[in-house]
């Protein structure tokens, strides 16, 4: 039986964490209407398998680049919410300067690169020609979301601090809005470029609606521009020396991913299409595990912050025994909504075929991807136990996933196998995570007046 004082917790839980689940929800729904318009055979416009595995590249692309933002500011993030928690508001103001400038610098590299010469970022992944002549089309106009897509993280991720993330799911859903007209109007007429289009327009709406609904509320991220943008040399050392350990585990975890989904893409494109339908359908049910570890992530900051350790453990320990749930539930749920979504989209026999089985594997892996992020993002993170939970993913990254997907490669096994020997590093991480989590060693106070 829940009690009064959990229950009031877990209202707590639900009002950070839902709109940051939705949020992601729409996002991934975003990128599922483009798969799935640009899935549907037409040979005239180049839609279909080719076209799904074109993007599915230029989309883990831009994989990499949200990944080293969230590596690089959640740190920051750490401690915005301490100190939200401390009521130091001038503090949180220059921690967002710092982001959208970093941000944007990080963006102009790959704008540049789109509008050049995008091969040298799509070769990486794929030599078919006909995968990259999609790839092509498409990255050269969405290269212009890196910088928009970088600023709207930097909101999004100080309005959860501040328990406001019901803005920045507000802004996803106009963009999910302007996506799917834009992509209604465009796909059927000029193929993925339409997607791209559509992609790049409703990043920018998202971003205008996200920042006029911080200066109309006067929310305390942001109260002059001067303020702002008026760096102070402490915190951004502050900032880095927080940062860089996520950044550099971010870094290590990406990399490796990077190098899987490359094996997975030289298979051909029939292989890899099947993983990207297969990971857009169950990246829906992850947006749940998103919403709890941003919440654990934000509460538990929050209360670091203001010394109330007891009140933080207390939090993350029903964060937990929310995520076994929803793991159980999700592993589940992706085997009931993926035939579904292949008989709406239709796809050749072949690439139906191994899509169902790596959701399958998928599934098995899911309800440890939800509790290692809990741990790792959410509560380890909060409280500045950073470098434990790096060695984690470098060990089990280096040491054990990307080793086991090219054996599977080199014996030829079938892709959903690989697959699942790829993710079989969530598995070595769950036991020294959770022991750490029991550990108590995160519950700490970090920041400094």
């Given at each position: ?55 599915g590249i230029s989309n883990q692309i831009f994989f990499v680049y949200i990944i080293s933002l969230f590596g690089l500011f959640s740190g920051a993030g750490v401690l915005s919410a301490q100190y939200y928690g401390s009521k130091n508001y001038s503090k949180m103001n220059k921690i967002l300067g710092f982001l959208s400038v970093t941000s944007l610098m990080i963006s102009i590299p790959f704008v540049i690169i789109g509008l050049t010469n995008p091969d040298i970022l799509l070769q990486f992944y794929t030599k078919d020609p006909m995968v990259l002549i999609q790839a092509r089309e498409y990255f ?310």
């Amino acid at each position: 039986m829940i009690n009064k004082k959990d229950m009031s917790i877990y209202k707590k839980i639900l009002i950070v964490g839902i709109p940051v689940a939705l949020e992601n929800l729409v996002y991934n729904l975003i990128n599922f209407l483009d798969n799935f318009m640009v899935g549907k055979e037409n040979p005239a416009l180049g839609l279909g398998t080719n076209a799904v595995s074109g993007l599915g590249i230029s989309n883990q692309i831009f994989f990499v680049y949200i990944i080293s933002l969230f590596g690089l500011f959640s740190g920051a993030g750490v401690l915005s919410a301490q100190y939200y928690g401390s009521k130091n508001y001038s503090k949180m103001n220059k921690i967002l300067g710092f982001l959208s400038v970093t941000s944007l610098m990080i963006s102009i590299p790959f704008v540049i690169i789109g509008l050049t010469n995008p091969d040298i970022l799509l070769q990486f992944y794929t030599k078919d020609p006909m995968v990259l002549i999609q790839a092509r089309e498409y990255f050269k106009i969405a290269c212009f979301t890196f910088p928009l897509a970088g600023l709207g993280f930097v909101f999004s991720m100080q309005l959860r601090v501040i328990s406001e993330s019901k803005y920045s799911f507000y802004a996803s859903i106009v963009g999910l809005i302007v996506n799917l007209f834009g992509n209604l109007l465009l796909i059927p007429r000029i193929g993925v470029k339409g997607a791209a289009i559509a992609t790049v327009i409703a990043r920018l709406f998202s971003l205008i609606y996200m920042i006029y609904q911080v200066k109309k509320n006067k929310f305390p991220i942001l109260s002059s521009i001067k303020e702002t943008l008026s760096f102070e040399f402490k915190l951004v050392k502050e900032i880095i020396s927080i940062s860089f350990p996520t950044f550099i585990h971010e870094f290590i975890w990406v990399s490796g991913l990077t190098f899987r989904t490359s094996i997975y893409s030289n298979m051909g494109a029939v292989e890899y299409s099947s993983i990207v339908i297969a990971s857009t359908i169950s990246s829906i049910l992850f947006s749940m595990f998103s919403g709890v570890s941003n919440a654990a992530s934000v509460l538990v900051g929050n209360e670091l912050g203001a010394n109330n350790l007891d009140k933080a453990k207390k939090i993350a320990g029903l964060c937990f025994r929310l995520m076994i749930l929803l793991g159980i539930f999700s592993a589940i749920m992706v085997n009931i909504i993926s035939p579904i979504v292949l008989n709406l989209m239709k796809p050749e026999v072949e690439l139906a075929r191994l899509t169902r089985l790596v959701v399958l594997s998928e599934s098995l892996l899911l309800p440890f991807k939800g509790l290692n992020l809990l741990v790792i993002v959410g509560i380890l993170r909060a409280g500045g136990d950073i470098f434990y939970a790096m060695m984690l993913d470098l060990i089990s990254m280096v040491g054990l996933s990307v080793p086991l997907t090219l054996l599977g490669r080199y014996l030829q096994l079938p892709i959903n196998i690989i697959y699942l020997l790829g993710g079989s590093s969530e598995l070595f991480v769950f036991l020294p995570s959770i022991l750490r989590y029991k550990q108590r060693k995160w519950l700490k106070r970090i920041i400094r007046e």
